[in-house]
């Protein structure tokens, strides 16, 4: 596209230490650089949510007594060490926010996408490397103010991370001030990073592809992530017009959520839920792309059904507009409205299910290696499994207003976000560490972590059901205050000793990563004789991302043991000299 | 289209500009995209913000749509009525700077330096009349007492219409910024890409004003 | 502490539909999930890496996609059909009242209003008390459910009932005791940091008892609920 001169101008930018410092590691427009930072940033934040998440599941267990080791916290957020209830609910808000916003969709989305669009569909970078920038730049200003709110007086958020109004529309009502306004003011900046980010992701993918890389040749991990991108162009504009109606109730002495002048408290629930299913693919969907691809690599065969897949991860992202009044079943809203959203729910497990199902036909007859990366894959698809499968109760409605606000609920949250995007997120972690980092993560130490997850998160989440069942409901910060549940106070203890073991071994995870970054075997080219594109060059890939010239396309992604060639791979720029043609010419 | 745009949007709109290609080490063989994409990166990259202003919009509106059809005086008796008669003549000077705009480009296509520029001026008086307008009929309604805070009939006022005047405040920002560029003479029938880009954002803030006219004063 | 690990006792007349219906769910997923881990392990353990085996080309199969998507379909949306009946009955159609009040949330108390001497909601003798239902056995309670500041949420689990009380809406609930005891009323919607321990008691009691609540509350009403209580907007 651009011309000769052009090439010539910015050939300077070839060299990688041209750029000193600053333009390498902080400002950097290069596409891998921002994967990287947004993979600190969220793991970074993930600590802090974690830690949310640690002193909640203490105070559930022990409710009102000093949480060991935090008797130095400063009145009125902890008294003594004790946990006040709205710190309590400023805890599950924050721990919410900061997984969902700052967690799970910079590192699938930030890192993720960034790290691999270029590299996998073929292009030198992003289409917008300044805008690239920008964008976690902005997403860092975001974190920075939403962290800021810790610190203003009356602390942080404490209406939950769906922030229903009027509760959050008037200061008094949660004696919460500026935190609340710095939460809005942090999901909007937020949502203008995914903006930038998201244009550039589509039109990257759209524009830059290398020569037959056509789009049902793309690896599914780019198809998830073009879907996404989608969802979150579309989606986040409305929550910001939610956010911006908040905050002028707040700030500037509107109504809209305030019956008293004429407002609409469930106005609040719509927009915020209309932004919010498609959100939640918005989480799982690249979990699902980085799945199919690790699952297909480590089986050596090819992904079952590519075009299904790509064709229901359309569909999932299609349906998601219209189901989002399943989260509000007994708001008010007309029954009849009810069983519409209760029938759309239903069909939507329908593509999910077509994604399992191939999953399972992808391992069958397979050949399969069981590194850390395939271990957390499959329990991904695992974990999907049952936290999809409780969605089925919760879409129907006689049974969701019984379960509804429950535990039940807070279960289903965790195994779909812990159990899918969290388990999709450590094996694009040790999938890609390699590519990313030029070393291997240390595979023991990969599995230890992987099987104390594996069973602390089944501990911490599944008792969670029975609690829910039990009607033990959610955001209350002593359950011992009812006399129905305080039976299951036994529960309550187990789940959190797991919680703590969980947390801790993430710290196992942690080490790995800074370890083997230092001592690290040093990683090949293509250390797991995968197809696509991005395991043609070196670990790490050079500015630039292929020292030569950028690779042509032949086939799709995952032509794994082809009967065409010898080995049990077959990558997808490798052109077949003396083959009958068929290899060559196989599209999908 | 594609290959006409570079380097005027790269000065214009910094942060859209097309990826420099980095190396070509000499050789042909590389996937490097030899063919044109259909449709230029910024060209895509501006109708993606579109459709995203458009969910905005539609989350606006759609909010504005609940609390009108709730209502049950609209407008509430004891508050101003909004400015009809002007706000049509503002209408048409909006529409008529989606013409003028036309116009621009056509030029822009022919290389026709000073028909480009007298109609890239041409968009930006008509712009700024509007917005001039719209702002002197604030003042005016606020004075009337139709305040932000004057239930949701003033809020939804003030946020619809005020949202797509810092839409039309941050085109005319852009279409100065062209303009100043054409001064310089720097499109030609080859290079008109920072136009077009430009110019389709000016027809989207053109063509929701109708919808918003339609629904917040006539309806 | 085993029998507690399922539904508190039910006591009311829609709540075994609802909990066949939760049953009916539990296992359906059971089954599908049963054969799919049972798959996956299998295929798992008979596919795992040996040395010199090549795995099989195999790139899908159009027949198992379509029978795949048509089972799950189909069972879907049967499911959701059953619920919608299920729906209907407790939402849509529901009984004519025997008993009116109205129940409104505020920060953090639940204020039951029960109609006075006259028997009439809605007139100047109703009596307002915080915190305490009582409601006569085997009769059809109609409640006009309401909130005074934020939402809230109206929960009764042992009547498998849950509506969230919106400020600026009435909305209607209903339900029928099959059961006299004591039970809690918890607000299960956040509303503040008084969330927790928001709560009020239910009794359900036989007609004569009920009887007799009821001329005691009007013989001795209680103070009307102060004020200051509650914040509201400005
Ligand atoms: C990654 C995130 C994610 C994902 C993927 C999902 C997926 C689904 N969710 Fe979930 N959901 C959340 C995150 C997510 N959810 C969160 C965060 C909340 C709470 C928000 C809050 O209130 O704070 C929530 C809340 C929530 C509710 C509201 C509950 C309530 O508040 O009362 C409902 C109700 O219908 C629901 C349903 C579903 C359904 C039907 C799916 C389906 O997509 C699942 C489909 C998958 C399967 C069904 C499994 C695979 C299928 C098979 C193996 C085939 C065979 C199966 C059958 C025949 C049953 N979700
Ligand atoms: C991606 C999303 C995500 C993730 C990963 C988690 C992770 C965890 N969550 Fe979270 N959770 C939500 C999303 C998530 N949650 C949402 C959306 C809600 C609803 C909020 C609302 O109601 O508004 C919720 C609510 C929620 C509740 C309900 C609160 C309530 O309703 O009262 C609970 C209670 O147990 C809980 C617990 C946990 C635990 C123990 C973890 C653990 O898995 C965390 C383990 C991870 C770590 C600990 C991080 C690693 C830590 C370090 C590197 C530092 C180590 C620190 C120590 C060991 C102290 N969560
Ligand atoms: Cu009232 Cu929660
Ligand atoms: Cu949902």
Request: a neutral charge; glycine letters at 8%; proline letters at 6%.
């Amino acid at each position: 596209m651009s011309s000769t001169a052009a090439v010539a101008a910015h050939g300077a930018h070839a060299e990688p230490h041209a750029l000193g410092f600053w333009r390498t590691y902080i400002f950097s427009e290069d596409h891998k650089m921002i994967g990287k930072q947004f993979l600190f940033m969220a793991l970074f934040m993930m600590s802090i949510g974690g830690l949310m998440a640690m002193l909640m599941r203490w105070e559930l267990a022990w409710p009102e007594t000093q949480v060991p080791g935090f008797g130095w916290v400063p009145e009125p957020f902890m008294y003594e060490g004790a946990i006040p209830p709205n710190t309590y609910n400023a805890m599950f808000t924050m721990h919410a926010t900061i997984m969902i916003f700052f967690v799970v969709m910079p590192i699938l989305v930030g890192c993720f996408g960034n790290f691999l669009i270029p590299l996998m569909i073929g292009a030198r970078d992003m289409a917008f490397p300044k805008l690239n920038m920008l964008s976690f730049w902005t997403g860092a200003v975001a974190g920075v103010i939403l962290l800021s709110s810790f610190f203003v007086t009356g602390g942080p958020a404490a209406a939950g991370w769906t922030s229903y109004a009027p509760l959050s529309a008037v200061p008094i009502y949660t004696g919460v001030d500026w935190g609340q306004n710095l939460w809005c003011i942090s999901i909007i900046v937020l949502g203008a990073s995914s903006l930038m980010g998201s244009i550039n992701y589509i039109t990257t993918i759209i524009n830059m592809r290398t020569k037959g890389m056509y789009f049902f040749r793309l690896p599914l991990t780019i198809w998830s992530l073009f879907i996404t991108a989608i969802l979150l162009l579309l989606a986040l504009p409305v929550l910001t017009t939610a956010i911006a109606l908040l905050l002028f109730d707040r700030l500037g002495g509107t109504h809209f959520f305030l019956p008293a002048g004429g407002g609409e408290p469930l106005l609040w629930q719509h927009l915020f839920w209309f932004f919010g299913h498609p959100e939640v693919y918005i989480m799982i969907l690249p979990a699902m792309g980085i799945a199919s691809e690790v699952i297909a690599t480590f089986s050596r065969k090819p992904i079952f059904g590519y075009r299904a897949m790509a064709y229901a991860m359309i569909a999932i992202a299609g349906l998601s507009w219209i189901v989002w009044g399943h989260h509000m079943f007994v708001s008010g809203m007309d029954p009849v409205l009810g069983s519409g959203f209760m029938i759309t729910t239903m069909i939507i497990g329908v593509p999910s299910a077509i994604k399992t199902f191939n999953w399972l036909g992808t391992l069958y007859k397979g050949n399969i290696h069981y590194t850390a990366a395939m271990m957390n894959a499959l329990a991904f698809v695992a974990m999907f499994v049952i936290g999809g499968m409780s969605g089925i109760w919760m879409a129907c409605t006689p049974v969701d207003m019984y379960i509804h606000d429950t535990y039940f609920i807070v279960a289903h949250i965790h195994y779909v976000l812990f159990g899918g995007s969290l388990f999709g997120v450590f094996a694009g972690i040790t999938y890609w560490y390699p590519k990313m980092f030029g070393r291997m993560m240390n595979e023991t130490l990969g599995k230890i972590h992987f099987w104390i997850t594996f069973v602390s998160f089944n501990c911490t989440f599944f008792p969670m059901h029975i609690l829910g069942m039990a009607g033990h409901m959610r955001r209350i910060y002593n359950p011992q205050q009812y006399d129905f549940l305080k039976p299951i106070i036994p529960i309550n203890e187990f789940i959190s000793i797991s919680a703590f073991v969980l947390g801790a071994a993430q710290f196992l995870l942690l080490a790995n990563i800074i370890w083997s970054y230092f001592k690290g075997a040093k990683a090949t080219e293509n250390p797991w004789y995968a197809n696509t594109l991005e395991w043609t060059t070196p670990s790490p890939p050079p500015h630039g991302n292929w020292p030569g010239p950028v690779p042509i396309v032949y086939r799709g992604p995952y032509e794994y043991s082809s009967p065409g060639v010898a080995e049990d791979y077959l990558p997808q720029s490798q052109l077949l000299e003396h083959s009958t043609g068929a290899a060559n010419k196989r599209t999908h | 289209m594609a290959p006409r745009m570079t380097a005027s949007t790269a000065k214009i709109l910094p942060l859209v500009a097309p990826i420099r290609r980095i190396r070509s080490s000499g050789s042909s063989a590389g996937g490097d995209q030899s063919e044109r994409p259909f449709i230029s990166s910024a060209m895509l990259a501006i109708m993606m913000l579109i459709a995203s202003e458009m969910m905005l919009f539609s989350g606006l509106i759609g909010s504005f749509l609940i609390f009108r059809l709730q209502a049950a005086f609209w407008p509430p008796p004891a508050l101003p009525r909004l400015p009809i008669a002007v706000t049509w003549v503002n209408t048409f000077v909006l529409l008529s700077s989606a013409l003028t705009m036309t116009l621009a480009l056509r030029a822009a296509h022919r290389s026709r330096q000073r028909l480009l520029r007298r109609y890239l001026l041409a968009t930006l008086a008509l712009g700024v009349t509007f917005l001039a307008v719209q702002g002197s009929e604030w003042v005016r309604l606020v004075a009337h007492g139709l305040k932000l805070s004057s239930g949701v009939y003033g809020g939804t006022f003030y946020l619809l219409i005020g949202c797509h005047g810092a839409h039309v405040t941050a085109g005319v920002i852009w279409l100065a910024c062209v303009a100043m560029a054409a001064m310089g003479g720097r499109y030609n029938a080859r290079n008109a890409g920072g136009i077009e880009v430009c110019a389709v954002y000016w027809y989207f803030v053109c063509a929701v004003w109708p919808l918003l006219f339609g629904l917040v004063y006539l309806m | 502490m085993l029998e507690h690990m399922y539904f508190p006792h039910d006591i009311s007349t829609f709540g075994p539909q609802i909990d066949r219906l939760f049953l009916l769910i539990f296992w359906l997923v059971l089954v599908v999930w049963t054969a799919v881990m049972i798959t996956m392990v299998v295929f798992m353990i008979r596919y795992r890496a040996r040395p010199g085996r090549k795995a099989e080309y195999i790139e899908g199969n159009s027949r198992l996609e379509i029978i795949w998507t048509t089972a799950t379909a189909a069972i879907l949306i049967v499911l959701a059909f059953m619920s919608r009946s299920t729906w209907a009955d407790i939402k849509e159609h529901g009984p004519p009242g025997d008993v009116f009040y109205a129940v409104t949330g505020k920060q953090f108390n639940w204020e039951f209003t029960y109609p006075g001497p006259d028997g009439k909601l809605g007139t100047k003798d109703d009596i307002i008390v915080e915190n305490e239902l009582h409601v006569p056995v085997n009769k059809v309670v109609r409640i006009d459910l309401t909130s005074k500041d934020v939402i809230h949420s109206f929960y009764l689990p042992n009547m498998r009932l849950r509506q969230d009380a919106v400020p600026g809406r009435i909305i209607h609930v209903w339900f029928e005791a099959t059961e006299t005891g004591q039970y809690e009323i918890p607000c299960s919607q956040l509303c503040g940091f008084g969330h927790s321990g928001m709560k009020g008691n239910l009794t359900v009691q036989s007609q004569e008892d009920f009887d007799k609540w009821l001329k005691d509350l009007y013989a001795n009403p209680p103070a009307p609920p102060s004020a200051t209580e509650g914040a509201s907007p400005k």
